[in-house]
């Protein structure tokens, strides 16, 4: 038996942990999952015919998925392999926001929307509201609609997105989904749950282009927000967790207020770490908290609330995660900004998901964006200057 084959045979006896659909947001992931005692295995939703067998000779601990868009196949796989998957129940409220919707209102939990069929031909709101894919994920799609017009043009554009995209993803055919505009702040809150024991580490702001752009986005994190938000916002979510059903694993909730009542309403909710698991790294850089390692821990039921309730932050910094749309889409030729992103010592991390000579293809098409920045600085005036320098100097030529 030769060196190569006994590694292999040593290497199957490992307790591992598949990342599915993770694609070239896997490497800070890989590390995480190792510091934690396992053996990330990298695969994506088209190779789990070929490699399912393969699988099943495995020790595999479990399944972890940042893709809302992966969810599904993670539950599949999950049964193929006989490990214990998140009921369908309770998934389908995470991909599904008028399925949601209508769970939180028959538990009398206040949350201001109502659900429209996409061929409903007149608005069944006071203008503005907002217009937005039922099973749509990324806020592709979402829109602040203020006359007849804007309203029949947004939902035309929603249907063919469900068509080409969200109908993929989702166990019935997408519609449309209508909700008041809430002109108060938002934020978006990263927990874990352990036996329905919910704690909030991350709260993030975010910052959008325009009201009539919901993708083109930066998150920004510290502690005060953190101590400010989470002692209103956590019994929120722990009730809504318990209508739902989930028990332990991330959670990741947006959440607006009403400047009218005063009152926080959900947007959304999914069973994962936030911004396919960056708010993680942000979570870490800004507090010290290794909140990806917690997260894959409560995910595989191996954290305990003592230990849940024990931590503590360690750092008070500020932080940013930057996501800038692709634009107008296209083959990329090149990219403005890079010399700029390697030097910038706030920097810690940056990706930009397609190569040179690939395709970036945006909504309806796809939900694509440019890049995924994250910076991290001991004061809010130096992420600020972050914000608005990476605001300038990062884009893309395409050919």
Same mark, same amino acid.
């Given at each position: 038996?030769?060196?190569?084959?006994?590694?292999?045979?040593?290497?199957?006896?490992?307790?591992?942990?598949?990342?599915?659909?993770?694609?070239?947001?896997?490497?800070?992931?890989?590390?995480?999952?190792? @510091?934690?005692? +396992?053996? *990330? $295995?990298?695969? /994506?939703?088209? &190779?789990?015919?070929?490699?399912?067998?393969? !699988?099943?000779? %495995?020790?595999?601990?479990?399944?972890?998925?940042?893709?809302?868009?992966?969810?599904?196949?993670?539950?599949?796989?999950?049964? @193929?392999?006989? +490990?214990? *998957? $998140?009921?369908? /129940?309770?998934? &389908?409220?995470?991909?599904?926001?008028?399925? !949601?919707?209508? %769970?939180?209102?028959?538990?009398?939990?206040?949350?201001?929307?109502?659900?429209?069929?996409?061929?409903?031909?007149?608005?069944?709101?006071?203008?503005?509201?907002?217009?937005?894919?039922?099973?749509?994920?990324?806020?592709?799609?979402?829109?602040?609609?203020?006359? %007849?017009?804007?309203?029949?043009?947004?939902?035309?554009?929603?249907?063919?997105?469900?068509?080409?995209?969200?109908?993929?993803?989702?166990?019935?055919?997408?519609?449309?989904?209508?909700?008041?505009?809430?002109?108060?702040?938002?934020?978006?809150?990263?927990?874990?749950?352990?036996?329905?024991?919910?704690?909030?580490?991350?709260?993030?702001?975010?910052?959008?282009?325009?009201?009539?752009?919901?993708?083109?986005?930066?998150?920004?994190?510290?502690?005060?927000?953190?101590?400010?938000?989470?002692?209103?916002?956590?019994?929120?979510?722990?009730?809504?967790?318990?209508?739902?059903?989930?028990?332990?694993?991330?959670?990741?909730?947006?959440?607006?207020?009403?400047?009218?009542?005063?009152?926080?309403?959900?947007?959304?909710?999914?069973?994962?770490?936030?911004?396919?698991?960056?708010?993680?790294?942000?979570?870490?850089?800004?507090?010290?908290?290794?909140?990806?390692?917690?997260?894959?821990?409560?995910?595989?039921?191996?954290?305990?609330?003592?230990?849940?309730?024990?931590?503590?932050?360690?750092?008070?910094?500020?932080?940013?995660?930057?996501?800038?749309?692709?634009?107008?889409?296209?083959?990329?030729?090149?990219?403005?900004?890079?010399?700029?992103?390697?030097?910038?010592?706030?920097?810690?991390?940056?990706?930009?998901?397609?190569?040179?000579?690939?395709?970036?293809?945006?909504?309806?098409?796809?939900?694509?964006?440019?890049?995924?920045?994250?910076?991290?600085?001991?004061?809010?005036?130096?992420?600020?200057?972050?914000?608005?320098?990476?605001?300038?100097?990062?884009?893309?030529?395409?050919?």
């Amino acid at each position: 038996m030769n060196s190569v084959t006994l590694m292999m045979m040593q290497e199957s006896k490992l307790p591992s942990l598949i990342l599915l659909d993770q694609g070239v947001h896997a490497g800070f992931i890989d590390d995480d999952i190792r @510091a934690i005692g +396992l053996l *990330p $295995l990298r695969l /994506a939703s088209e &190779e789990i015919p070929e490699k399912l067998a393969w !699988l099943r000779s %495995r020790n595999i601990r479990g399944i972890y998925c940042l893709s809302e868009a992966s969810k599904f196949r993670e539950r599949e796989l999950a049964v @193929a392999l006989d +490990l214990p *998957p $998140l009921p369908e /129940a309770v998934l &389908e409220t995470g991909r599904n926001k008028r399925l !949601l919707h209508e %769970r939180l209102v028959e538990a009398d939990f206040r949350y201001y929307s109502i659900s429209a069929s996409s061929s409903l031909p007149e608005p069944p709101l006071a203008f503005p509201f907002i217009v937005k894919p039922s099973s749509g994920y990324a806020s592709a799609g979402v829109r602040l609609v203020k006359n %007849r017009a804007e309203y029949l043009k947004a939902v035309s554009k929603i249907k063919l997105m469900n068509r080409m995209l969200f109908d993929r993803y989702a166990n019935e055919v997408s519609g449309v989904l209508c909700e008041e505009y809430l002109d108060g702040p938002e934020v978006s809150i990263d927990a874990i749950v352990v036996n329905g024991n919910v704690r909030v580490f991350g709260v993030c702001t975010r910052e959008y282009a325009g009201e009539d752009n919901f993708q083109d986005y930066a998150y920004f994190m510290n502690v005060q927000n953190l101590e400010r938000y989470s002692a209103e916002l956590q019994p929120i979510i722990t009730k809504a967790l318990d209508v739902l059903g989930y028990v332990s694993g991330p959670v990741h909730v947006e959440l607006r207020k009403s400047g009218r009542t005063g009152r926080w309403h959900i947007l959304d909710l999914a069973f994962r770490v936030g911004g396919m698991g960056y708010i993680g790294e942000l979570i870490r850089g800004v507090t010290g908290v290794e909140y990806n390692r917690l997260a894959i821990r409560a995910w595989l039921g191996d954290l305990s609330e003592p230990e849940l309730r024990g931590i503590r932050a360690s750092r008070n910094n500020y932080g940013l995660v930057f996501v800038p749309a692709a634009g107008k889409g296209g083959i990329v030729k090149s990219y403005l900004g890079r010399e700029y992103l390697q030097s910038e010592k706030a920097v810690k991390y940056f990706c930009f998901p397609k190569a040179e000579g690939e395709r970036y293809v945006v909504y309806p098409d796809g939900t694509e964006y440019l890049a995924v920045i994250i910076g991290i600085a001991e004061t809010e005036p130096e992420v600020m200057r972050l914000y608005n320098e990476l605001s300038k100097k990062v884009g893309v030529i395409y050919a």
